[in-house]
């Protein structure tokens, strides 16, 4: 398999530090502001982050870059347009940091407008194409202005920008997980075959579920689960029996994911409620290459809800990982998906850590990956619900060492995708009418 370009721009080390005024009574900074940074890079959602406030210049941020405040993960397509823009714009392309201050909320509940501190803006050079690895910026910079009001000099800023090689693996699912599509993966305008899914709804266990099952203590989730079309939503009230199967190009199963909790509304409701998640089970060969005997490698919950980012309303998936000797799962992610336009569930310890999250030295690996780090693992780009829904998936190279590694994401993605379907509200029953008594 071979990966296509990426790079990862990470800023860290954050802080300000504004020189005291002459005046004693006014040497340290008001306690009414706070400060923070807006983080834009053309063509890329604006990040922000806080700048805490240093006492001097000695004393630099001591955040590792490996934890960094901003990361903006480019594809060679992104950096080929930064180029571009680089040669067409006299000024050329920047990462531009705006450091502003605003003033907390008052006791009567009014807060003071946001004030821009200044502006640090870093050019796209040509090592943004080169694929190595880079230290774009390292330690302090003016901001070039005074706070206005105060009669002191220009504040500065520091922070580090780092440029790392972060090559990926990309696959898409053909058509729609429920039909069972091929999976290929993608390096430029070629695509090669790599997997087959095969999708099915289950009557029963079969003997390749039986030790899966017993260890999820699953023993429930297949009976009776005949086909539950949106016609039959209505009456049968759950969504359960649903499985994936993920074949390597010589037939053999490599991966699985089936519903280990049934997808039924709560109480009074027509919805998949956080209180009653329903939840997949994703498996993997143990040993790798002998599908006869399967093994629990994570467990995806989801439900809907109403808000998120966008607002409306938004299914929200949680991963954990289900380690060898442990009875508990180590939650790695929680990501809201929009039920009406879909969107993006990722694993990346960059732009999510939970309260229960893994050390970043073990990361979700379908097989223990010597020196694995922390940062992106794994995307996976889904429609909303009623939608031709075909996923697109990315992998960190250094998460995958062989086929059976990136099958286990693949029935992940699809878990994920039939998810979106599966929490779909449901059709609420009619009310039985009792007939009226006629009076003579």
């Not at 020189?19 to 053309?42: D, G, K, N, V």
């Not at 001097?56 to 870059?65: F, L």
């Not at 990926?168 to 699912?173: E, G, L, S």
């Not at 091929?182 to 709804?201: A, E, Y």
């Amino acid at each position: 398999m071979d990966p296509q370009t990426f790079v990862r721009v990470s800023i860290g080390s954050l802080g300000l530090w504004t020189q005291p005024t002459r005046a004693p009574s006014t040497s340290a900074p008001p306690a009414s502001s706070l400060y923070s940074c807006e983080i834009r890079l053309r063509g890329f959602p604006t990040q922000t982050a806080a700048v805490p406030l240093l006492p001097s210049p000695e004393a630099v941020p001591e955040r590792p870059i490996d934890n960094p405040a901003v990361v903006f993960y480019l594809g060679e397509s992104d950096v080929k347009a930064l180029m571009v823009s680089r040669c067409l714009r006299a000024s050329g392309s920047c990462l531009e940091v705006a450091v502003y201050r605003r003033r907390r909320r008052s006791r009567c509940g009014f807060g003071g407008r946001r004030r821009k501190v200044g502006t640090f803006r870093l050019r796209v050079g040509p090592q943004w194409g080169e694929g190595r690895p880079a230290l774009l910026h390292s330690g302090w910079v003016d901001l070039g202005r005074s706070l206005r009001g105060e009669d002191r000099p220009p504040p500065e800023l520091h922070l580090r920008v780092n440029l790392d090689p972060d090559p990926r693996y990309v696959f898409q699912f053909e058509d729609e997980t429920a039909l069972s599509p091929q999976v290929v993966q993608l390096q430029g305008t070629i695509k090669q075959p790599i997997f087959s899914c095969k999708f099915s709804r289950e009557r029963r266990y079969t003997d390749v579920w039986d030790r899966a099952s017993q260890a999820e203590a699953t023993s429930s989730c297949w009976s009776n689960s005949n086909s539950d079309d949106a016609d039959g939503d209505g009456e049968r009230r759950e969504r359960k029996g649903w499985r994936v199967m993920i074949h390597d190009l010589s037939g053999s199963a490599v991966a699985a994911a089936f519903m280990a909790t049934p997808f039924v509304p709560s109480t009074g409701s027509d919805w998949v409620a956080r209180s009653n998640p329903g939840a997949w089970l994703i498996l993997r060969p143990d040993p790798p290459g002998q599908p006869e005997s399967w093994h629990p490698w994570a467990r995806l919950e989801a439900w809907r809800e109403r808000g998120g980012a966008a607002g409306g309303e938004s299914v929200c998936c949680r991963l954990f990982l289900l380690p060898e000797g442990r009875d508990d799962g180590v939650q790695i992610a929680e990501v809201l998906i929009s039920a009406d336009s879909g969107g993006e569930f990722f694993i990346d310890m960059d732009r999510q850590r939970p309260a229960a999250a893994t050390p970043a030295d073990s990361l979700p690996t379908a097989a223990p990956l010597p020196g694995a780090a922390g940062g992106f693992v794994m995307n996976c780009t889904v429609r909303g619900e009623g939608k031709s829904s075909k996923p697109l998936v990315q992998l960190a190279v250094r998460h995958v060492t062989c086929v059976e590694d990136a099958a286990i994401f693949m029935a992940l993605a699809a878990a994920v995708d039939l998810s979106i379907q599966a929490c779909r509200p449901f059709a609420r029953k009619p009310k039985k009418t009792e007939p009226s008594s006629s009076s003579p």
